[in-house]
Nanobody, 124 residues
Framework: QVELVESGGGLVQAGGSLTLSCAASRLTFYGYDIHWFRQAPGKDREFVAGISRSVDRSSTAESVKGRFTVSRDNARTTVYLQMNSLKPEDTSVYYC?????????????????WGQGTGVTVSS
């Protein structure tokens, strides 16, 4: 069955950087856009950043614009999230998710597959 496996989370000081990876297996990789969401305790899951399957379009949420960069390696069936200048408010569980829809859907219902999540904690 399809698997999305996130890695790279951890504890970092404010201002630091982390790179998250999302490795896909048993997925028709070229048939899906894969995007990043996050969910902090007591809050809804929110869209963070995404990249199209053709790697020609990307989108980032206003809250992370200029700090987070998403990239995709089709040969490795992996999507990355480079996070710089981290803030305490970036503390969340980060999830990658796959969707057949284009246009960077914000609704979690548009996604067919989800990873298990990786935790990011930013200390002040």
């Amino acid at each position: 069955q399809v698997e999305l496996v996130e890695s790279g989370g951890g504890l970092v000081q404010a201002g630091g950087s982390l790179t998250l990876s999302c490795a896909a297996s048993r997925l028709t990789f070229y048939g899906y856009d894969i995007h990043w969401f996050r969910q902090a305790p007591g809050k809804d899951r929110e869209f963070v950043a995404g990249i199209s399957r053709s790697v020609d379009r990307s989108s980032t949420a206003e809250s992370v614009k200029g700090r987070f960069t998403v990239s995709r390696d089709n040969a490795r069936t992996t999507v990355y999230l480079q996070m710089n200048s981290l803030k305490p408010e970036d503390t969340s569980v980060y999830y990658c998710a796959a969707t057949r829809y284009g246009g960077f859907p914000q609704s979690t219902g548009a996604y067919s597959y989800w990873g298990q999540g990786t935790g990011v904690t930013v200390s002040s």
